[in-house]
């Protein structure tokens, strides 16, 4: 992990600034001191939000997708339901995998 803080954000409600590992440190915070799998969640950005977690670096503890999740459910605009939705199966498989990193330390 670098010590740079990480530009990746929410650009808007339901949009981040795109996700870009070159820039960004997988387990890092942004001035926000938001991880870069909570930013996905808040915005509700499913490929994201996959692409983080999946990759072989992120570590999932201290991470609180879910949290951000509700954030971004209570105050996206249009279609909030839909993208939370979408999100879900996804924090469950944030859960079995923080579970599984837990359990292997």
Same mark, same amino acid.
């Given at each position: 992990?670098? %010590?740079? +803080? /990480?530009?990746?954000? =929410? ?10 590992? &070159?820039? %960004?440190? +997988? /387990?890092?915070v942004? =001035?926000?001191?938001m ?7 808040? &915005? ?21 997708p879910h949290?951000f ?30 579970s ?6």
């Amino acid at each position: 992990m670098n %010590n740079a +803080i /990480n530009t990746y954000e =929410l650009a808007h409600r339901d949009q981040t600034s795109g996700w870009d590992l &070159a820039r %960004n440190d +997988i /387990n890092g915070v942004n =001035l926000y001191k938001m991880r870069p799998i909570e930013v996905a969640a808040q &915005a509700g950005d499913v490929a994201e939000f996959c692409a983080i977690m999946k990759h072989p670096s992120f570590v999932a503890s201290g991470a609180r997708p879910h949290f951000f999740a509700d954030v971004g459910r209570a105050h996206r605009g249009e279609h909030r339901d839909e993208r939370y939705l979408a999100l879900l199966p996804h924090l469950k498989s944030f859960d079995a995998l923080a579970s599984q990193q837990a359990s292997s330390v």
